[in-house]
């Protein structure tokens, strides 16, 4: 089976990763997703885009490789999108206009409940299934025949989880993945550290970069921070975590590792987004655990509320044993992972 894949995130290719352990050696991947997964058209160190400004300006540049993905859809059997709304979904429209019979698989579906929840009728109009990983997301659908909750990609990809609180001296940080993201958190997380006596500080660095991008991202670090590309196994070693918002804060609160949410946006993009979205959190775990015991799991800290003082009182203040005993109802929430589910969806099982 020839499959047309457009994964253009780091974390969709993560969970497309575990995915491929589950389907039969003979699926075939073809279009845009990390080259240790085959040989794609595109490689991801293209794609990279950060916010509503960024994106405007790559905009001819998205619309040729849509285009492209259409040509090669062709001669594909299927066609798995995953996540990246903004792109996908114009795909989609494109691939079913052109193609009327050709399957559209849509898994890790754009965040409808949060805004813009006219997708939705686009996702049921252009995609044939609907892979949710959130438990509450297909009540808002009404083709409910094409929407299925498959489980949670996080529960197949952590190894290790935590059934009570570990006595550590290991603090991790995780200023985000995107330059700009790391640019305006890493100050405040080196102070942070240099206040942490008798603490090993442990920085976690996306595994997809090089010496020199560490080096030209992050500069001098050495004298804060260890280094460690391996979030989970770090994460799980780790007493406490100072996280940006993003994947690794439902990553922290699954493997059972407290931490406090902090986020710095570009103030133009903070103001649309705030505009838009109608959240009372924006951690994935709060809105998660919101469904469970309409409560708060973590702290969370955005704009000029992350400063040093306010995060290093929440890690002091931080009730530890609360926090382990709601990630067990977090996961127990959650299910089951999601890589089985969706291969059977793909081959038809």
Known sequence: MRLLVCALETSSNIHLKELKKSLNSD??????FDKELGTPYMDLSNLAIMGFIDAIKKLRFFFKLRDDLVELAKDCDKVLLMDSSGFNLPLAKKIKQTYPNKEIIYYILPQAWAWKRKRVFALEKYCDKLCSILPFESEIYTQKDKIKYVGHPLLDEIKEYKEELIQSNIISFMPGSRRSEIKRLLPIYKEIASKLENKKCVLIVPAKFSQDEIKD???NICMFFEISTNAHKTL??????????????LESALIGTPFVLSYIAKSLDYFIGRKLVKLEYVG??????????????HKELLQDEVTVKNLFDIYEDFNREEFIKNVHKLRDYLQKGSSKEVAKIIENE
Do not use: H, P, Q
């Open 284 to 297: 994935l775990a709060n809105i998660l655990y919101k469904c469970i015991d309409n409560t708060v799991l």
């Open 27 to 32: 699926v075939e991947f073809v279009g845009v």
């Open 217 to 219: 991202i992050y500069g």
């Open 236 to 249: 799980y070693e780790s007493e406490f975590a100072f996280i940006c918002s993003g994947t690794a804060t």
